[in-house]
């Protein structure tokens, strides 16, 4: 256990609709980062937060959101799904707002959308 | 922008023989950190090993040791005595470090190692 917490593990869901995952950061740390795994992109940084607040953005869409909440847990919310949105997505943690470091991981959310 | 490049997609070794995969990156830092990440077939994402750019001594954690090369942007990861739980994908990472830095990633490398 990463001691990063990700649920659910798996979730099927059909075109259009929305979900949301969700993350638990390590006791401690502050920053959490989410990102996309495909086969055909590899691992690609969509978002970060550091003590509630957006630090930085990567290849977000706009039908993606996120959100930080006071007890440090984030959220990432897809909406209109695709076909395409179908990935692992990661949410990572760590105790600065750096990565110098390195991340904690959790161990993914599988999303297929059919 | 900061790239990670690792251009071999697969490999594999005999088990208790020597591997290095390789990484290669782009950047116009002078201070950076680079790291391998181990996903078996769990997919759960593991740090194998760390490495400042200031610090010209490679690391080195158990089996896992790197190669770094900094004026040829060059980061292989040497994995000795291969064993079957070596198996999984292995990416490279790199960051400026800093406030607000992220990591970029290679597109990764599977590693089979055969019994």
């Known amino acids: 256990d990463s001691g990063v917490t990700q649920t659910p593990k798996h979730l099927i869901t059909a075109t259009g609709q929305r979900v949301t995952l969700r993350c638990s950061p390590r006791s401690g740390d502050l920053s959490v980062y989410w990102y996309q795994q495909s086969l055909d992109q590899g691992l690609q940084f969509l978002i970060q937060y550091y003590n509630g607040e957006e630090r930085a953005k990567g290849n977000i869409l706009e039908r993606f959101s996120a959100q930080q909440f006071p007890d440090l847990h984030s959220e990432l919310n897809l909406s209109s799904l695709e076909l395409g949105d179908s990935a692992l997505y990661f949410c990572?943690?760590?105790?600065?707002?750096?990565?110098?470091?390195?991340?904690?991981f959790g161990s993914g959310t599988r999303l297929t959308v059919v | 922008a900061q790239t990670v490049t690792q251009s071999q997609p697969e490999m594999s070794v005999q088990e208790a023989e020597t591997v290095t995969l390789s990484c290669t990156y782009d950047?116009?830092?002078?201070?950076?950190?680079l790291f391998w990440y181990k996903q078996p077939p769990s997919r759960q994402m593991i740090l194998v090993i760390r490495q400042e750019a200031y610090k010209q001594q490679n690391a080195t954690e158990n089996r896992f040791s790197v190669n770094f090369q900094k004026a040829a942007k060059s980061f292989s990861l040497k994995i000795s005595d291969s064993q079957l739980g070596d198996t999984a994908m292995y990416f490279c990472a790199f960051t400026p470090g800093g406030a607000n830095s992220k990591l970029t990633f290679g597109k990764g490398i599977t590693l089979s190692v055969r019994p």
């Open positions: 990572a943690s760590s105790s600065t707002g750096g990565a110098g470091y390195g991340y904690t």
């Open positions: 950047t116009s830092e002078n201070n950076y950190y």
